[in-house]
């Protein structure tokens, strides 16, 4: 965790619905948690990725994704989040690190649209040539020529020293498209005739032989205000997001309460019978998602007991479960969060197993990945 932005808990108001929120806190096979729930984006991007490089590594705040390869190496992550028809405002924000470079000339590319035409939907990363090293920023304009953001700082340096947060925000309200660097804004132009839309294909993170390490990955349709751009500087947004294969039987987990943020004493966990039925519950609290045991993560129950052959289990254990009981088809398991600022940067992993009285009825829920934050 890194707690030196945080002599002080920075209050946040609640933001918008974001579209794509990765924390790559998971670091075991080629799912990726999507944290921003509800999405029109699916729950899980998915990492493609040579046999020889190793795509999990440590991140400013837990884990990171490494996508900075060789053109003889892949590494991409496809949000499955497709841009046809997107248009209109459109941010995103995110740590970087380039720990050495590629040595044969590409850019590092950090976003990219994969679709059948040469034309880009959206493309952010270091260029080479005259402009070698510095954020460059391109979309399709709905009309007249395309839109284009060079950032004055020289990012690939400062990336290849250090870990940089940034944030690339097209308000089209204000008619404006702005670029930050660490927390502050580093240049802004008019938008003028360059309204992004026309979009298509789906997004990328990385790009074949080219990359960042990337940690912290926040994508919006929508404008990031100033305010929101410092939070996202000063330390991980909370966010909870569903994963795995989505439960079995009927049974669901959501969260009540407002974001995992730290402090939310009210923040809890919504248990669930879609059949309306009363019942006990246990709750799984979970550090990882890779493993239970020895057992590697998912894996069906079935090897457990024939009562729940076909339900899969996604979370472990090894913190703790908690137990209650449902009415009616719903429950809740309280998960306070203190006022602690160790607590920032924490992922933990939840799925709960519903126990249907009288008839002994197994339900097993969707999981929850709790990314605690600001």
């Known amino acids: 965790m890194r707690l030196d932005f945080l002599a002080v808990l920075i209050p946040a108001s609640v933001c918008a619905q974001d579209t794509v929120h990765y924390k790559f806190d998971g670091r075991c096979g080629t799912m990726v948690v999507n944290h921003a729930d509800p999405s029109p984006a699916p729950r899980h991007g998915v990492i ?30 496809n949000t499955g989040w497709s841009l046809a028809g997107v248009g209109g405002s459109f941010s995103y924000a995110a740590w970087v690190r380039i720990p050495g470079t590629t040595g044969i000339g590409l850019p590092h590319t950090l976003l990219t649209t994969v679709q059948p035409t040469t034309v880009p939907g959206f493309v952010s990363g270091t260029t080479t040539g005259f402009l070698e090293g510095h954020l460059l920023t391109q979309w399709t304009a709905a009309s007249g020529p395309a839109g284009l953001s060079i950032t004055a700082a020289n990012v690939k340096t400062l990336a290849t020293q250090r870990w940089v947060h940034l944030a690339f925000v097209i308000d089209v309200a204000a008619g404006s498209y702005t670029a930050w660097v660490d927390g502050a804004i580093d240049h802004t132009n008019a938008l003028g ?8 294909g789906t997004l990328q993170v990385g790009a074949l032989g080219s990359g960042f390490v990337v940690d912290e990955l926040v994508i919006a349709n929508r404008a990031f205000s100033a305010a929101e751009v410092a939070t996202l500087f000063a330390g991980p947004r909370a966010a909870a997001g569903a994963y795995g294969a989505g439960g079995c039987r009927g049974g669901t987990l959501t969260t009540i309460g407002g974001p995992p943020r730290v402090p939310n004493p009210g923040f809890a ?31 069906d129950l079935g090897l457990i007991s024939p009562l729940v052959a076909g339900c899969i289990s996604d979370a472990p254990n090894d913190i703790g479960a908690l137990g209650g009981s449902y009415v009616g088809g719903t429950g809740t398991a309280p998960l306070g969060i203190p006022n602690a600022a160790n607590f920032i940067g924490y992922d933990v992993y939840c799925q709960a197993a519903l126990i249907e009285l009288p008839s002994g009825l197994i339900r097993i829920t969707n999981a929850r990945a709790i990314g605690i934050g600001l």
């Open 193 to 200: 005739a360059a309204v992004p839309g026309n979009w298509s």
């Open 48 to 77: 493609t990725a040579s046999a020889s490089h190793q795509p999990w590594v440590q991140g400013l705040w837990g884990g990171a994704f490494d996508g900075n390869t060789d053109i003889f190496t892949v590494s991409q992550l």
């Open 269 to 299: 966990l919504r248990i669930g019978d879609s059949n309306g039925q009363s019942g006990i519950y246990s709750l799984s609290v979970g550090s990882n998602r890779c493993f239970v045991g020895s057992i590697p993560i998912p894996f």
